[in-house]
């Protein structure tokens, strides 16, 4: 065996311990922009609940045109119905348990506190979006009228499917919101006529728009992985134009952000720190013609362009 190499400096191993590494804070791939819960209008509630009060439909408000003579003016009334829906907001919980022991010695140079409570928010954020969408009292997907839903022509999401969508949604819409999958699968049957689709600018962000509505990426909006099938959405957002808000708790103790607590719950004998989060929202489509629905959205369909 030849002989071993006699070193003439300090191994860069040996030197590797007493250097100071750079360190990241922990990355977490699960978080998204959660865009749905930014363009949402907001509408903060007294007690945790909301009345959705409309008017009846069936009763036909009379009004007289054209009158010239001394004719009896038409009379009438505006009916409400008698047993408007309620939302009650629903609470995403999540307790935080972190060793004193941990946080006392290995805060530097990350709070560790700090951190896992951030992570454990963003968590519980990217839940709230999910719920929004997907929840069976209040998600968005289950709250579209049956005369608002639509089926795809041919499966994939083509630009006369948008347009038809928006002629159930055409009083001021505000939004389409898919999966990036369906955003893509629609981005190609636009490539495959010759119309791409142009971009606006939201947050420093581009996003492709249809008849200068924004097409919002959501990954809460799942594609079913047997037939990669999926929906879009379009929204109309906000109370003043009837349509879908968010709802939320103001004023909570250890509040962070709208209708988000954070509280310390104490220390318990195995020197466990532990942190309740506590996130309360829903959210109400105003009137029926506020969301529409595009169902068999296939996003698995490619052309070959020759």
């Known amino acids: 065996m030849p002989d071993e190499v006699v070193r003439a400096s300090l191994s860069e191993q040996a030197a590797y311990q007493l250097s100071n590494v750079t360190k990241s804070a922990p990355q977490y791939s699960a978080i998204t922009p959660r865009w749905l819960v930014r363009l949402l209008d907001w509408k903060p509630l007294e007690a945790g609940s909301f009345r959705l009060n409309k008017v009846n439909e069936d009763k036909a408000v009379e009004s007289t045109c054209g009158h010239e003579d001394e004719s009896i003016l038409a009379s009438t009334f505006v009916d409400y119905e008698e047993t408007p829906r309620e939302y009650r907001l629903s609470s995403i919980n999540a307790v935080l348990n972190v060793h004193t022991r941990v946080s006392d010695l290995l805060s530097n ?3 560790q506190v700090r951190e ?3 992570l454990l928010i963003e968590s519980v954020k990217e839940k709230q979006e999910s719920e929004l969408l997907n929840n ?3 998600g968005l997907l289950n709250n579209v009228a049956s005369s608002q839903k639509i089926k795809t022509r041919k499966g994939p999401p083509t630009p006369d499917d948008l347009d038809e969508l928006l002629t159930k949604v055409w009083k001021e819409p505000s939004l389409f919101l898919a999966h990036p999958r369906a955003i893509a699968a629609f981005g190609r049957e636009c490539t495959r006529r010759g119309v791409p689709p142009p971009t606006v600018t939201l947050f420093g962000t581009p996003f492709l728009t249809w008849r200068g509505v924004p097409i ?3 990954d809460k909006i799942a594609v079913k992985s047997k037939d990669q099938k999926s929906k879009i959405l ?3 957002v906000g109370e003043k ?4 808000v968010g709802l939320f708790q103001p004023g909570l103790p250890g509040e962070q952000s709208p209708g988000l607590s954070v509280r310390f719950m104490g ?3 195995r020197a466990l720190a532990s942190y309740l989060i506590s996130l309360y929202c829903s959210a109400a489509v105003l009137t029926d013609d506020a969301i529409a629905l595009l169902e ?3 996003v698995g369909q490619y052309h070959e362009y020759k």
């Open 116 to 118: 896992q409570l951030r």
């Open 136 to 138: 069976a009292d209040y």
């Open 241 to 244: 134009k009837q349509g879908v």
């Open 234 to 236: 379009l929204i109309r």
């Open 267 to 269: 220390i318990d004998q």
């Open 296 to 298: 068999d959205v296939d």
């Open 109 to 111: 140079p990350y709070d």
């Open 216 to 218: 919002i990426p959501s």
